[in-house]
């Protein structure tokens, strides 16, 4: 077997174009995906059975069927309503890069409703009450305290659901994108160096999620800041009745 140094040179620049189509499917759905989420887990977050039962069975849908049948219903499945033909959003619909967005959007919807739903019910009960005992109101709490507060929280998993999307964009390529992998694959079909193409888009991937993962890196550090406070030792000579025994623990 011979390496075929040369072609992956020569196609490189359109491996690039593939990974910027793949990088904006990410970023566009993600940023639709934040938008759905955050009142999703809210409602899922309720007391209430009949405010929660409906984002329920939503995420229990998406996170239950697989992100390449999602695609194709959105794909193929669309197209078979006659409605949706003649509707205003059958120009957006018969078009696969928006049929990809949608369908990537509803998918880490779904998955990011239920990290904020944990970080939610993971926030200290006393934050939230010392916020009730100031008198805000519950819109200001949630946009003050619970929002803020739960998106520190999930910030670590909702970095894994970011790469994990960046996987999954790969199924862009089963409904004619040229995103990475399609790119990659059309090349391979030109020039018969599978090994060689499938190597370097790996390097590609794994170039942008080195990206993705130094980003929230730095959004955990400045969400979570106080965890990275060091602590002062306490004075051997301060009063004893000023010291806490909680601190001089630590």
């Known amino acids: 077997m011979t390496w075929e140094w040369d072609v992956i040179w020569k196609y490189f620049p359109r491996l690039l174009e593939g990974a910027w189509l793949t990088m904006e499917l990410v970023l566009i759905s993600g940023l639709i995906g934040i938008a759905l989420a955050i ?51 059958w120009p957006m619909l018969k078009q696969p890069y928006w049929c990809a967005i949608i369908a990537f959007s509803l998918n880490t919807a779904a998955y990011s409703a239920e990290l904020f739903r944990s970080a939610i019910q993971a926030i200290p009960t006393g934050e939230v009450e010392a916020a009730e005992a100031m008198g805000m109101s519950k819109a200001i709490q949630i946009r003050r305290i619970i929002m803020p507060r739960a998106f520190g929280i999930a910030l670590p998993a909702y970095g894994n659901e970011v790469i994990l999307m960046l996987k999954g964009s790969a199924l862009a ?28 888009a790996g390097v590609v991937y794994l170039a942008i999620s080195a990206l993705i993962i130094a980003l929230f890196r730095f959004m955990e550090y400045r969400f979570n800041r106080y965890q990275y406070y060091h602590h002062t030792e306490t004075p051997a000579d301060l009063d004893p009745l000023l010291r806490d025994p909680h601190i001089d623990q630590k």
């Open 39 to 89: 009142p999703l887990s809210l409602m899922r977050a309720s007391k209430r059975p009949w405010i929660k039962a409906l984002p329920f069975a939503y995420i229990y849908f998406f996170r239950g069927t697989p992100l390449l049948v999602q695609i194709f219903l959105v794909y193929y499945g669309a197209s078979q309503f006659e409605a949706v033909r003649e509707s205003f959003l």
């Open 173 to 200: 390529s089963t409904i004619t994108l040229l995103d990475l992998t399609g790119m990659a694959r059309t090349i391979i079909a030109r020039t018969y160096t599978p090994l060689e193409m499938f190597l370097a």
